[in-house]
């Protein structure tokens, strides 16, 4: 839970294990199970500079998926769901401050690196990071 949680341009996407993966992968003892989480907000980037318009971006907060499905494609799921989110709603960026044990994943999604490492207190180094969607995904 986070402050922002319940304000009006929040947006809560969840996948759920099914028998039949639509990513190919069985998750049968999880079936119907909420196996991770992601939100978006309409948040601006003040960490760095950034070469788009606040309005064009949303922000992805809270993203994690349980250790036992991960690396089974739910996380890029999320993505997929939000990209498809953000573009829905008109905009082109998707921006987060990415944890540094997560910096791969991102990468491996198509982010960038906006800015160098910054340390957050009590939760450690961060990067900013942006996928730029400049159409609809297929
Ligand atoms: C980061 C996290 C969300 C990834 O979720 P996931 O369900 O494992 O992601 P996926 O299985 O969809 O992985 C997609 C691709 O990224 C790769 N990947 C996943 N985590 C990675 C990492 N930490 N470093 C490098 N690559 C990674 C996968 O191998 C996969 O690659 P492939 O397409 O070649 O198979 C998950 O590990 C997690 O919840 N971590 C703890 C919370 C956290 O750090 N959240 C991010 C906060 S910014």
Aim: net charge negative.
């Amino acid at each position: 839970m986070i402050d922002l949680d319940e304000t009006d341009h929040a947006t809560h996407l969840g996948v759920f294990a099914q028998d039949d993966e639509p990513w190919g992968v069985s998750l049968k003892r999880h079936a119907g199970v909420l196996v991770g989480v992601c939100s978006l907000f309409d948040q601006p980037c003040i960490r760095c500079k950034v070469p788009w318009e606040d309005h064009e971006a949303l922000r992805l907060r809270v993203m994690g998926t349980l250790p036992e499905v991960r690396g089974l494609g739910a996380g890029a799921a999320l993505i997929a769901g939000a990209s498809d989110e953000v573009l829905r709603r008109g905009k082109t960026v998707l921006w987060c401050d990415a944890r540094e044990v997560a910096f791969g994943f991102y990468e491996r999604l198509g982010f960038d690196f906006m800015n160098e490492v910054y340390e957050l207190p009590d939760v450690g180094p961060h990067r900013t990071m942006a996928l730029v969607l400049s159409s609809p995904r297929n």
